[in-house]
């Protein structure tokens, strides 16, 4: 990352330093954060417990708006109001409406607020075959993103602190936030105190005991990429009294266990083909492939989390030859010729996640199904090949394939975690809420570490909305700590006041 080296701080002494606005996290929302509040005058200081700011942020590719300048270009009708009763009827009402409109109500003016910074965007996109065009993508996707705000930051004085995870938060005696501690690895401490705090450190998927004590699943889910994202700040807050918002939310997806998202492996299982869990049994219309959070649903109710993708050599050399139909992500575009598709399986059945075999029976017996359940589950979805009509789950005939081209392959795919999207409790002004909803003076959170922007489950109609909400809630906490700062009477430490 080209960061300005006098604005990247690894100090190993012990030190107190001071500050408007202390953040933690440099992701999008923290940068975001820092960025806003540093424009309007005030002394910021961000703590990164990585060597460097993104996080999270880094893996993605675009981010929600809505009647944004290149929407309007393009002719892409949909208008504000209708993409947040989209959004909210999509979570059944359970997300924070307030929050939810201030978020699609800014997102275009970020757009623009990015353009202008120097962010290039490519499209606005959908994620699905007819869906919304809100997914505004990114030319170099988050590392591109996360290189401007990071510039941008830099050069109006705010200093980042990397390799030193915030470790605690600090209180006056007025019960207002107070500033932060953060640490190394080494224990090497920094004291920033402050009038501000605002915790943009993102999720917690990286720590499986907050995963089986929020989130629940019935099994241990595999992070994407670990980020380090262990959820020390979230913890804090709730030290701190914050209350707790939707902790079980995740964004989540079925994958081949240690492929990355350019894996032609992973795009194969990704496929609407035969999907069957370890029993044996079809378990879904395999067609929800096009909208991964819907897969991801389907797979959190089967055995252990884990599902196979049946198809047969004619299947194989098809998406070889002539390309797929769904799409992970820009990594591997909808279309793409899966040539190294062969090359993959070879290894995959090396480690255990592929299998290959010249009958039903045989491709079972290497997985560990039961021979009869799966033989049958294969000739009743090859009857509906035949017949053009899924009985059973209406799948689209278009992506209805038989099983019959040996040899016959089977890959792995287990339930996989980006990030969760819930924790603590804020308001539309981001302000961190108690149980009982009272702002905690002083204290903000942004970002994938809250609660409250989708109540149940991550809404694919605001495609895009986990980056989108980062950097607005971002924006919006910088705003409002401004106003805060300037209404307490701590003016003497802003830029410019005398």
């Known amino acids: 990352m080209d960061i300005k080296k006098e604005n990247v701080h690894n100090n190993k002494q012990a030190e107190i330093l001071e500050a408007d606005i202390a953040i933690i996290g440099a992701g999008s929302a923290g940068l975001s954060a820092a960025l806003t509040a540093a424009s309007g005058g005030a002394k910021v200081i961000v703590f990164e417990k990585m060597l460097f700011p993104g996080g999270y ?34 979570t059944h009402w359970c997300a924070n409406a307030r929050l939810v409109r201030v978020f699609i109500d800014k997102s275009a003016d970020t757009i623009d607020w990015l353009r202008q910074m120097g962010v290039e965007y490519i499209k606005a996109a959908t994620l699905w075959p007819g869906g ?21 930051a830099g050069e109006k004085g705010v200093e980042l602190i990397t390799g030193k995870a915030a470790v605690k938060l600090l209180m006056d005696k007025k019960n207002r936030a107070a500033g932060v501690i953060a640490a190394d690895k080494d224990g090497n401490t920094v004291q920033a105190n402050a009038r501000v705090v605002i915790i943009a450190g993102g999720g917690f998927v990286s720590n499986k005991e907050m995963l089986r004590k929020y989130v629940k699943l019935p ?50 299982a990704s496929q609407p083909h035969l999907w069957v869990n370890k029993l044996g049994e079809r378990f879904c219309n395999e067609s929800i492939a096009f909208q991964f959070p819907f897969s991801a649903n389907a797979l959190k109710n089967q055995l252990d989390g884990i599902m196979y993708t049946i198809f ?49 029976k045989g491709l079972a017996g290497k997985i560990g199904l039961n021979i009869s359940t799966f033989k049958s589950t294969v000739d009743e979805f090859n009857s509906f090949t ?21 040899p016959f392959y089977a890959i792995k795919s287990t339930l996989h975690i980006f990030t969760t999207l819930g924790g603590i409790k804020i308001n539309y002004k981001t302000e961190v809420l108690t149980e ?61 006041d005398k």
């Not at 919304?132 to 996360?146: E, F, N, Q, V, Y």
């Not at 070889?320 to 591997?332: D, E, H, P, Q, R």
Request: proline share 4%; with cysteine; glycine share 12%.
């Open 57 to 90: 942020s880094l893996m993605s590719e675009g981010m929600f708006a809505v009647e944004s300048k290149i929407q309007i270009e393009s002719n892409i009708g949909i208008t504000k109001d209708e993409a947040f009763n989209h959004h909210m009827e999509g």
């Open 132 to 152: 919304p065009r809100t997914w505004h993508l990114m030319k170099g996707g988050g590392k591109a993103l996360i290189q401007v705000l990071a510039q941008k």
């Open 219 to 268: 099994f241990d889910a595999i992070p994407v990429i670990d980020m380090g994202q262990t959820g020390e700040h979230i913890r804090m807050a709730f030290e701190f009294n914050a209350g707790i918002k939707d902790p079980n939310v995740i964004l989540s997806t079925p994958a081949v266990p240690g492929e990355k998202p350019t894996s032609h492996l992973w795009a194969a």
């Open 312 to 360: 047969d050599e004619q299947t194989k050399r098809d998406m070889m030859n002539k390309g797929i139909s769904v799409s992970l992500g820009v990594f591997v575009p909808v279309t793409t010729k899966l040539t190294r598709l062969e090359a993959e399986i070879q290894q995959g059945i090396k480690e255990g996640k592929v299998f290959v075999a010249d009958s039903i």
């Open 386 to 406: 035949k017949k053009h009509q899924d009985k059973i789950f209406a799948k689209n005939r278009r992506y209805l394939k038989p099983i019959e081209d040996t």
């Open 436 to 496: 009982k909803s009272e702002p905690i003076p002083g204290l903000y959170a942004v970002g994938n570490c809250t609660g409250g922007m989708y109540g149940l489950d991550y809404d694919i109609f605001t495609s895009g909305g986990a980056l989108g909400f980062a950097v607005n809630s971002g924006r919006i906490s910088g705003d409002n700590a401004l106003e805060y700062i300037g209404k307490n009477n701590f003016k003497s430490r802003l830029k410019g």
